[in-house]
Nanobody
Framework: QVHLVESGGGLVQAGDSLRLSCVAS????????MGWFRQPPGKEREFVGG????????SYADSVKGRFSISRDYSDHTVYLQMNSLKPEDTAVYYC????????????????????WGQGTQVTVSS
């Protein structure tokens, strides 16, 4: 029902910043939380952060708290992941996903909760 496209990844040095974008199309629901996940090479997909359907609540994994921030723009159906002070361990494929079931102020952290997924964008951080 929803098509998601991530963009903004690339190759950067440690300490640099990147902003990822996730654009939704194809009848996005009026109420859906958005999550960002990442999958480092050789590891399982993990939760990075998310924003609830109202846009008033965000949540982040401990590994990125204080460095990453999430925002959303309903006018163009876009969610952003601002990444600052990047570290080599942030290297991964980053995915955005929708959670149409979560109520206000709830951001779920498991992959099972999310319905639609983008194809991912590669972020590589050199030391």
């Amino acid at each position: 029902q929803v098509h998601l496209v991530e963009s903004g990844g690339g190759l950067v040095q440690a300490g640099d910043s990147l902003r990822l974008s996730c654009v939704a199309s194809g009848r996005p629901p009026e109420r859906y939380a958005m999550g960002w996940f990442r999958q480092p090479p050789g590891k399982e997909r993990e939760f990075v952060g998310g924003i609830d359907w109202t846009g008033g609540t965000t949540s982040y994994a401990d590994s990125v708290k204080g460095r990453f921030s999430i925002s959303r723009d309903y006018s163009d159906h876009t969610v952003y992941l601002q990444m600052n002070s990047l570290k080599p361990e942030d290297t991964a494929v980053y995915y955005c996903a929708t959670d149409p079931q979560a109520p206000a102020r709830v951001i779920r952290t498991t992959t099972y909760a999310y319905r639609d997924w983008g194809q991912g964008t590669q972020v590589t951080v050199s030391s």
